[in-house]
């Protein structure tokens, strides 16, 4: 398990762009934002993982997740290709940079052997990457904190604006561009917090706080922070329901209230009662994306516009007419106009997949899965509008997702 334990760290530490560490200009800085490396790792683990040995390679091909990854890879390639006959000027870097991404789902193999070994099968995997993260955060805290003091950044890299020289301020405090993946270990931390005792509760409690102050304070994202807290009222629910439950009722309802704030929401309804009342302008650009990427769906729902993200030629057909619409920024609509039925099938598919591995295993689960479980699907569900995770921004999430619900098939 040594060697398995570096290869996953280093897996962990490529999709969290090094914490942003690494502050190189050129082609090696392109290969990690555009999740290059990150999909040869994967690729080189599934590699050695399926190849025949002595005592036989992962034998999947037969299997669901077999199948499945079969026909996500054959997607991927279809739209590529339909993309670069369609659009003659796009960037075919770009394109095959899109096909990386997606297909760090490779990782998926990887997460199913070393389930397989670890004595705790997906909680070892999730605990180590749990540690992982909270060294990353304590960097983006300490990064955050030393702006604030002194108005300059000691790793330019974790700049939310990607330039490296400016810095995004929201509520008086400085945005850095913390990973989506550290979500996961967030909620897991949280979970291992609820089902551990003793010296192990209080190390998941500092993790837990830490990880979640690095999303809250430093991220800022105001959706994101409504998803984590929500999937971790899910597992606290799962957890004391049943106990507490006028305690339970009572922090739902302060919840769902701080969440509302927090998102815009009640602003926003408020709002509607007003004369002159109009909604907030992120949430208008929000509404006009998603009408503009449903229509370029609507007229080619094969592969909507295709891989042609960040190419030059066609930033009229990414973003229309006013330049303001984003894909990232509608997640399921943006990215049905990106590669079309074939996202709605693998994205359905994965929704069911992961539904149906929680009711079969249920009842033979101990608390701690059945926390795990109905917190992803709780985390995918809020995510899927504003936040998806099978965007390029998203790096391991959704491989992560799906290795965590095969993971739980297998035990």
């Known amino acids: 398990m040594k060697y398995a334990n570096i290869y996953m760290a280093l897996v962990f530490l490529v999709a969290s762009k090094l914490f942003g560490l690494v502050n190189v200009e050129g082609l090696f800085n392109l290969l990690f934002s555009s999740n290059v490396l990150l999909f040869l790792l994967c690729f080189a683990g599934a ?3 399926l190849l025949p040995r002595k005592k036989g ?9 077999g199948n499945y990854f079969g026909f996500f890879l054959f997607s991927v390639l279809f739209v590529a290709l339909l993309t670069l006959i369609e659009f003659p000027f796009v960037d075919r870097f770009r394109v095959f940079a899109r096909c990386c991404s997606l297909l760090t789902l490779f990782f998926v193999f ?18 180590l990457f749990e540690k992982i993260a909270f060294l990353g955060c304590c960097l983006y805290i300490l ?47 949280f979970i291992m917090l609820l089902t551990s005792e003793g010296r192990d509760r209080r190390m998941h409690l500092v ?24 999937s971790v009222f899910t597992a606290f629910i799962l957890r004391f329901g049943y106990e507490h439950p006028y305690l339970c009722l009572s922090a739902a309802g302060i919840g769902v209230l701080i969440i509302l704030a927090m998102t815009g929401v009640l602003s926003n309804i408020f709002g509607l009662f007003l004369v002159n009342g109009n909604l907030e302008q992120s949430t208008l650009i929000r509404v006009n994306s998603t009408h503009y990427y449903l229509s370029i769906f609507s007229q080619n729902p094969l592969i909507g516009f295709g891989f042609i993200a960040g190419t030059p030629s066609y930033y009229g057909v990414e973003h229309g007419l006013s330049g303001l619409a984003w894909t990232s920024d509608v997640g399921f609509v943006g990215q049905l106009a990106q590669w079309g039925v074939f996202f709605l099938i693998c994205y359905t598919f994965s929704i069911l997949r992961s539904i149906y591995v929680t009711v079969v295993h249920w009842g033979s689960s101990p608390v701690r899965l059945k926390c795990l479980m109905a917190a992803f699907l709780c985390y995918m569900a809020l995510t899927s509008y504003s ?14 997702f799906v290795a965590i619900y095969e993971c739980v098939s297998y035990e």
């Not at 810095?167 to 008086?172: G, K, L, M, P």
């Not at 936040?387 to 992560?400: A, D, K, N, T, Y």
């Open 47 to 49: 590699l050695a993982v």
């Open 57 to 65: 390679g992962l034998k999947v091909f037969c299997s669901y997740i």
């Open 110 to 127: 990887p997460a199913i052997a070393y389930c397989k070994q670890a004595p705790r099968g997906i909680i070892d995997l999730m605990t």
């Open 143 to 189: 990064n955050a904190l030393v702006f604030q003091v002194t108005g300059r950044m000691i790793f330019p890299g974790q700049s939310f604006l990607g330039d490296y020289e400016h810095a995004s301020v929201r509520y008086f405090l400085v945005r850095l561009s913390v990973p989506s993946i550290f979500d996961f270990t967030t909620i897991f931390a």
């Open 207 to 230: 993790t837990f706080t830490v990880e979640f102050c690095a999303i809250a304070f430093v991220a800022q994202s105001r959706a994101e922070i409504a998803a984590v807290v929500l």
């Open 387 to 400: 936040l998806i995770i099978l965007s390029i921004v998203g790096g391991l999430c959704f491989p992560l």
